[in-house]
């Protein structure tokens, strides 16, 4: 009776063909398990000020006319419903800790990059100087001045939302930056790091700035309607 017998060669492509395929298999695993649990943080942060946004509204009993899309003219944003506004969302969530500015150096955010550090990085053509022309109308969006003039609010859950000073509290209406898990990281636009502004009463994505790899705020958005 003829016995059949693997040699060592075969034995060995057979187990690294294994390996290759388990390689393959455990990196794929490992990138869903990953956008699950960035896609729960967004979730999780984005009903959180939700929510706030919603008891506000009962709290003082009627809507603040501090909201894009319901400006008095298309050219004024002087809402003096936005101090109140702002002050009842904060009041309503948990924060562990506030920086008025410097809140890089204060370490109330992580090291996030700016709508033009953003751009560079995606485009090696783009000179600082450029960058900062680009986003002149949007100063308090740039690395700079989200590190050093914009004020942060760390949450008691660790998420961390800064308002964006483009201008008095009592003049703009706010827009938000949000790292939904503060300084655990990746720290990235389209990982952990979003914006939103309100439009109509109702919390959407400002941007949908992202850097490699990353996501857009408005298709994780779609996970939480």
Not at 105 to 112: A, K, M, T
Not at 115 to 138: I, Q
């Amino acid at each position: 009776m003829k016995k059949c017998a693997f040699t060592l060669a075969e034995v060995l492509i057979t187990l690294g063909i294994i390996g290759v395929v388990a390689a393959l298999t455990l990196n794929v695993l490992i990138n869903n398990v990953r956008q699950m649990v960035l896609k729960n943080q967004f979730k999780t942060a984005y009903n959180l000020i939700v929510n706030s946004i919603e008891k506000t509204y009962s709290d003082i009993g009627y809507i603040p006319e501090c909201s894009y899309g319901y400006a008095s003219t298309s050219s004024s944003l002087l809402f003096g419903d936005c101090t109140t506004f702002h002050n009842h969302v904060f009041d309503n969530l948990k924060v562990a800790k506030h920086c008025e500015n410097n809140s890089y150096q204060n370490r109330c955010i992580s090291d996030i990059k700016g709508h033009d550090t953003v751009a560079m990085s995606g485009d090696a053509n783009l000179s600082e100087e450029d960058a900062r022309a680009r986003f002149a109308s949007r100063g308090c969006m740039r690395e700079n001045e989200i590190k050093t003039k914009n004020p942060a609010y760390v949450l008691e859950n660790g998420t961390v939302i800064m308002v964006y000073k483009c201008g008095t509290m009592s003049s703009t209406i706010p827009i938000y930056l949000i790292d939904t898990n503060g300084m655990k990281g990746p720290n990235k636009w389209g990982y952990d790091v979003f914006d939103f502004y309100i439009y109509k009463n109702k919390l959407v994505c400002y941007t949908n700035t992202f850097e490699k790899g990353g996501v857009k705020c408005s298709d994780y958005a779609k996970y939480v309607k």
